[in-house]
């Protein structure tokens, strides 16, 4: 059973940058393609970002040119690099992974992270 543990969120003020990452245990990690979703109060779920088992990437158009996806294979972690940072970016950050597609909507995915408070003030 695979399990994701993100990491790395909090506060940052307007045009600021935080990185926040996915730690993956439990299964074999270059088996998997990660995704990336934020849920915002009172507001669904939505994608952000994928990347593929060989590093192909993916971008919601919000956060295109300012989010960066990576994967390390080596420390089993995916990150999300994210820059100009904007209050409408405030939301829990969640990692899914799946076996067969990249994770790009909220429905079907095998496996999730409990999320990751990311605040940005204005």
């Known amino acids: 059973q695979v399990q994701l543990v993100e990491s790395g969120g909090g506060l940052v003020q307007a045009g600021g940058s935080l990185r926040v990452s996915c730690a993956a245990s439990?299964?074999?990690?270059?088996?998997?393609?990660f995704g990336w979703f934020r849920q915002a109060p009172g507001k669904e779920r939505e994608y952000v970002s994928g990347i593929s088992w060989s590093g192909s990437t993916w971008y919601a158009d919000s956060v295109k040119g300012r989010f960066t996806i990576s994967r390390d294979n080596a420390k089993n972690t995916v990150s999300l690099q994210m820059n100009r940072l904007q209050p409408e970016d405030t939301a829990v950050y969640y990692c899914?992974?799946?076996?067969?597609?990249?994770?790009?909507?909220?429905?079907?995915?095998?496996?999730w992270g409990q999320g990751t408070q990311v605040t940005v003030s204005s």
């Open positions: 899914a992974a799946d076996r067969y597609r990249v994770p790009n909507q909220v429905e079907g995915n095998d496996y």
């Open positions: 439990g299964g074999t990690f270059k088996d998997l393609a």
